[in-house]
């Protein structure tokens, strides 16, 4: 079945080169990405005007908006929008090191010789507030954003950051998106570069911001894995389960949420997720070739975030990359 695809992205960074610079919607900076009917809005850095300026996700990589035949799976959920609110994002919205659910915190958090600095992957070298455990969701000074690159042609963009802080905090991030419109596919691949004196123990989820119009319910949508050993955890009462999938069994009033972690017990799960609508028609396929360490699933009135969680250790000098895609429609 062939979808009709529209999509927005929008990503944060320092350009480098000459006449990537247009005004985007609301005053953003962005590019456009193009392959055979997928047209691709990438928002670029601004330090007063980018669209998202928070210090919990990568700045580089969200998805403003992505219709398939008719139905919005990308877009605004937060209104209005506050470009410093942690998580007034759309689309994929990766974050490194969250710091909860058994992933580490950011390097140098607890680490007292960095003077309160420590690095969030994406964005730059923050401070910290308090000699306290580390808090996602928390607003913290940006001290050093260190230096974007953007390299653009045609269906692909690279955006490649570099900091240089300390010998504790320093590293080179590369990550190049591109799209399909053969195989209406989004491709990600990413690489981070240990420049430091000092191991890195990492991590890296996407949020993965699905939008659900508030129809729970009566859509149906429902996450599926291609495993079902393991073992579902929640404190919330919406979901429902059978075998490998996944669903909200309730409409959800405004302001309540919910939250299941996907314990896999050490089972070497592939890495891959499906999420399709009350019919059974596919709206999204997932892949990544990274281990899978972990699997979240957040759900609110108007979202539904399946979050796959990659965790890995860089030695000084050394790389780690792995590569994900969405491909959407049957």
Same mark, same amino acid.
């Given at each position: ?143 050093? %954003? *260190?230096?974007?690159?953007? #390299?653009?042609? !045609?269906? @692909? ?5 570099? =900091?240089?802080?300390? +010998? ?88 309540? %949420? *919910?939250?299941?972690?996907? #314990?896999?017990? !050490?089972? @070497? ?5 499906? =999420?399709?609508?009350? +019919? ?51």
């Amino acid at each position: 079945m062939h979808f009709l695809v529209r999509v927005w992205f929008a990503v944060l960074s320092v350009v480098s080169g000459v006449g990537l610079l247009v005004a985007g919607e609301a005053g953003y900076p962005h590019v456009w990405l193009r392959s055979n009917g997928m047209e691709v809005c990438i928002y670029l850095p601004d330090a007063e005007k980018g669209f998202y300026r928070g210090t919990r996700f990568d700045w580089g990589g969200h998805i403003k908006e992505l219709t398939i035949d008719g139905y919005q799976l990308f877009g605004p959920w937060r209104s209005p929008h506050d470009p410093e609110s942690h998580d007034h994002v759309s689309g994929i919205g990766g974050e490194f090191s969250m710091g909860k659910f058994g992933q580490p915190s950011p390097p140098g958090y607890d680490e007292t010789k960095n003077a309160g600095a420590f690095l969030k992957m994406g964005i730059g070298v923050l401070r910290q507030q308090e000699r306290e455990p580390y808090l996602f969701l928390e607003k913290y000074e940006i001290i050093d %954003t *260190g230096r974007w690159e953007i #390299l653009h042609s !045609g269906d @692909a963009l690279t955006l490649r950051h570099a =900091i240089n802080h300390s +010998s504790e905090l320093a590293y080179e991030y590369e990550k190049t998106i591109r799209v399909d419109g053969n195989r209406s596919a989004i491709i990600l691949e990413r690489s981070i570069r240990n420049a430091s004196e000092i191991p890195y123990s990492l991590s890296h989820y996407s949020h993965n911001f699905f939008l659900s119009d508030n129809r729970f319910a009566n859509m149906g949508l429902a996450l599926t894995l291609p495993f079902d050993a393991f073992k579902l955890e929640s404190k919330h009462d919406v979901f429902g389960r059978e075998g490998g999938r996944v669903w909200v069994d309730e409409n959800l009033i405004p302001n309540r %949420t *919910g939250f299941a972690r996907f #314990l896999l017990n !050490g089972i @070497a799960a592939i890495h891959a997720f499906e =999420i399709a609508d009350a +019919s059974g028609r596919k709206l999204v396929y997932y892949d990544s070739d990274a281990p899978l360490n972990g699997m979240n699933l957040w759900v609110a009135p108007n979202v539904f975030c399946p979050e796959p969680v990659v965790i890995f250790t860089v030695q000084p000098g050394e790389s780690y990359s792995w590569r994900c895609e969405y491909s959407f429609g049957d």
